[in-house]
């Protein structure tokens, strides 16, 4: 599967993505799920189970998002964008500087889809490999976007860090200080 490809399908997934909301607490869904388990309504069970799940990822994904530093090497911080779609979920902002953009995603889920695609994007041709700490990142330059592709290894998932008006270098510098580490938690 090309890396562009590979792109379409995850675009596709998130573009019909609705922001997860799940209302309650989700030790209640929790304990709904097993009391329904145990009294024989597995099909309540699962039901509550998967807005236990629902709930616990919604908190998940917060966390991850105040990981997403405020500032990176005078670049700033816009909003961050969270979507849930069809077991994956993606957290997206775009960091600004001297009129320039990054926009950085995190993707993961799908049953460790996003890590599969991460891994066939990084192994795959069209790119160069660059370190970044203990990371490893491709280097993708298509005309004037540069984008670098991150793979996790603590937790199924991948970043982007991607620009159209930032230089390659610029980008490969802003890659080289983003708190990758601390989203990989």
């Known amino acids: 599967m090309k890396k562009s490809q590979l792109g379409m399908i995850l675009l596709t997934l998130l573009a019909f993505s609705l922001p997860a909301v799940a209302e309650g607490d989700p030790e209640t869904y929790c304990k709904q799920a097993a009391a329904l388990y145990k009294a024989d309504d597995i099909a309540g069970a699962v039901e509550e189970a998967k807005w236990c799940l629902d709930s616990l990822e919604q908190m998940l994904q917060a966390q991850k998002s ?3 530093a405020k500032e990176v090497a005078g670049w700033k911080r816009g909003e961050i964008k969270q979507q849930k779609a069809m077991g994956f979920s993606n957290i997206e902002t775009q960091y600004g500087k001297d009129g320039k953009t990054i926009k950085v995603s ?5 049953g460790g889809m996003a890590a599969m695609f991460s891994q066939m994007g990084l192994a795959g041709g069209g790119g160069k490999k660059i370190r970044l700490g203990r990371y490893t990142g491709m ?6 976007r540069n984008e670098i592709m991150i793979g996790l290894k603590m937790t199924p998932g991948m970043l982007n860090l991607s620009s159209s008006n930032a230089s390659l270098d610029e980008l490969s510098a802003f890659a080289k200080v983003f708190p990758v580490k601390d989203i990989d938690q």
């Open 66 to 68: 105040e990981k997403f």
């Open 106 to 110: 995190y993707t993961s889920g799908g």
């Open 139 to 144: 280097v993708m330059e298509q005309g004037s």
